[in-house]
């Protein structure tokens, strides 16, 4: 066991509650400066269609003499969006690699690179006459939003107590609703929907990402990576005493020192180990479950069609833009809600309740489409079951399925979930916007059937399936799996010997700066 020496204080677990300063400020710098550009390229290109493709005509014009057909013009345009998820897709699978090398932190600020490199390609897209620049920078922006995507959450779920984790959990959420929000109030013509201000729409992302870069760095790494990966004791402790009230760290080492123990015999595994590993084949399962079922929600064909949902509710179009603002501010009340319930109600009533509200207001949807040649006021319930899917999305289903990965999978496994969990969720949003046309076309109005089942579904098996994690313990999590398995819960554990800390001073350095290593103790 640890002892700490705390000028005589007694030190309690209890302690690490309080939210400190430096917890909220990178909580708030890494959602503002990564988690945030993800929900503002979902929306940016949505304001400055008509300009953008204009622009590809023009351009086209200026090389070949004629412009481009509807078809080939809807086709770069339908390109410029989903190259987005290509990227996207790119990116969540080098999470694993990244995290690994450089660490969480260092792999958020490392990344800010990319952000960079897309701003100055559609910043300068228009002057170089290229539209080229225009898509390929958002396939590097779409890659830096696959990193940050996974990487957040995760720097977020290892640095914070186990008290506070679902809510600076939620946080990346509250920032996406917040992008795609700030991307429909600049999109209005009032401030850069003219024509000749998109390019600077598109490439204004390099604002939040360099106020992260130049202040993310003076904060310190995962102390859990530290320790456990790194097996950096005295960097882990400096960095515990960033994150926490001043001597309060003894109960959190302790913890991270069993589950170090747990895995002393076990390096990080890879994807494929991951998935050939029977002790954690529900936490696995429960992973793909979740991030599939975020994407096949409809959230996305939502989004895409809430404007031809507003004109046939009667909406003057010119209105129209400002109701897609008011959607904004819904998304981020509700992320609020959750945010700030999820430590009194726990992750299991958020996500299953938003994907509950979600599947009866997808089928809403479909009887209010049906119904409103007959009974004109159904136009005005499409409407509030639109709102309702929002609002049930950004909740709980929004977020928690990240949080979920971080808190489903110890230290040694967890890179290797993310890199599972993002790739799914990036592979479902490209196969729903590029299968929801045809799906429309081909079912009509029944087509919101589809995704009220997959909603339904999902909430069925967490209900089921997924533990409550409100305030467990990474390990603790684990041994309820290993119940589920049927297996020992000390499967795995090695019995190579423990490290263990000597007596720390005050604040919680080691004395005479040593390790002792003994193999006979316990972690209680």
Not at 174 to 186: D, E, H, P, R, S
Request: proline content about 4%; some cysteine; charged content about 15%.
């Amino acid at each position: 066991m640890v002892a700490l020496a705390a000028h005589g204080i007694l030190v309690t677990p209890s302690d690490s509650s309080h939210l400190t300063t430096s917890l909220l400020a990178v909580a708030l710098l890494t959602s503002f400066g990564s988690s945030m550009l993800y929900g503002y390229n979902l929306a940016v290109v949505n304001s400055p269609a008509v300009y953008i493709k204009d622009f590809y005509n023009r351009t086209a014009v200026s090389r070949n003499g004629t412009g481009l057909n509807g078809e080939a013009l809807t086709l770069m345009y339908s390109l410029t969006v989903s190259v987005f998820a290509i990227g996207g897709l790119v990116g969540s699978l080098m999470v694993g690699v990244l995290v690994t090398r450089f660490g969480r932190k260092g792999t958020v600020v490392n990344t800010t690179v990319l952000v960079f490199i897309a701003g100055t390609l559609m910043g300068f897209s228009r002057i170089c006459g290229s539209p080229e620049m225009v898509i390929f920078g958002r396939f590097v922006t779409g890659i830096h939003s696959g990193i940050s995507l996974s990487v957040v959450p995760m720097y977020l779920g290892e640095i914070a107590p186990k008290n506070l984790r679902g809510f600076l959990g939620l946080m990346p959420s509250i920032f996406i609703c917040i992008g795609v929000f700030t991307a429909q109030i600049l999109g209005l013509h009032e401030l850069l929907g003219k024509e000749e201000h998109w390019p600077l729409f598109l490439s204004v992302v390099v604002v939040p990402t360099f106020i992260q870069m130049m202040l993310l760095p003076w904060f310190p790494e995962s102390p859990r990576y530290l320790l456990i990966e790194k097996h950096n004791v005295h960097a882990t402790i400096t960095a515990l005493k960033w994150y926490r009230a001043k001597c309060d760290i003894q109960a959190e080492i302790e913890e991270m020192q069993e589950e170090q123990r747990s895995l002393s015999s076990m390096e990080t595994v890879s994807v494929w180990r991951l998935l050939l590993d029977d002790t954690v084949r529900w936490q696995v399962f429960s992973v793909v479950v979740i991030n599939i079922g975020m994407q096949l929600s409809g959230i996305d064909a939502i989004w895409f069609y809430t404007n031809d949902i507003f004109e046939n509710a009667g909406i003057p179009a010119p209105e129209i833009q400002y109701t897609t603002v008011g959607t904004g501010a819904i998304e981020i009340v509700a992320g609020l809600i959750g945010c700030f319930t999820i430590e009194k109600l726990g992750r299991r009533p958020l996500i299953i309740g938003g994907f509950a509200i979600m599947g009866v207001c997808c089928a809403g949807i479909t009887l209010a489409l049906i119904l409103q040649a007959h009974l004109s006021f159904m136009r005005y319930v499409s409407v509030g079951c639109v709102v309702g899917i929002i609002a049930g999305f950004c909740i709980g289903p929004a977020g928690v399925p990240f949080l979920m990965t971080a808190e489903l999978f110890k230290q040694s496994h967890r890179s290797a979930a993310y890199t599972v969990g993002g790739s799914l969720n990036w592979m479902s949003n490209f196969t729903v916007g590029f299968v929801f046309p045809f799906l429309q076309m081909s079912a009509g109005s029944y087509c919101y059937l589809v995704f009220a089942s997959v909603c339904l579904s999902v909430a069925i098996y967490v209900y089921f399936i997924i533990p409550e994690t409100k305030n467990k313990t990474f390990v603790e999590i684990s041994c309820m799996f290993a119940k589920k398995e049927a297996i020992p819960e000390t499967q795995g554990l090695g019995q190579v010997d423990q490290l263990k800390l000597r007596k720390m001073n005050g604040y919680g350095t080691l004395e005479h700066g040593s390790l002792e290593f003994d193999s006979s103790s316990s972690v209680p």
